[in-house]
């Protein structure tokens, strides 16, 4: 079993900028390929970004491509996402996540572990 628990989040103005980060335990990290999904009142948990394994490789949604960076430690089984010129739209509960799948790392299903979630509240 994997837990993760994420940190980071809080209120921040448009334009500002949050890095938020998810530290895990009972498992061997660098197994897992590593991602942050988001959900907002009322709508859908989607997929933000995601790391491989090894760092090698990183994806995100449209939506925050040149915003956000997602980095990894695998020395100290961390993850992080730095939020940069963040929108009211960034509002959400952000949650870290773990696969053990290399392909399709948008999807929610594919993800075994999750985090409890991290609170972004963007004002405008």
């Known amino acids: 079993q994997v837990q993760l628990v994420e940190s980071g989040g809080g209120l921040v103005q448009a334009g500002g900028s949050l890095r938020l980060s998810c530290a895990a335990s009972?498992?061997?990290?660098?197994?897992?390929?590593m991602g942050w999904f988001r959900q907002a009142p009322g709508k859908e948990r989607e997929f933000v970004a995601a790391?491989?394994?090894?760092?090698?490789?990183?994806y995100y949604a449209d939506s925050v491509k040149g915003r956000f960076t997602i980095s990894r430690d695998n020395a100290e089984s961390t993850v992080h996402l730095q939020m940069s010129s963040l929108k009211p739209e960034d509002t959400a509960v952000y949650y870290c996540?773990?696969?053990?799948?290399?392909?399709?790392?948008?999807?929610?299903?594919?993800?075994?572990?999750w985090g409890q979630g991290t609170q972004v509240t963007v004002s405008s």
């Open positions: 009972g498992g061997i990290f660098s197994r897992y390929t």
């Open positions: 996540a773990a696969s053990i799948y290399v392909d399709y790392v948008r999807t929610r299903d594919n993800y075994d572990y």
């Open positions: 790391i491989s394994w090894s760092g090698s490789f990183t």
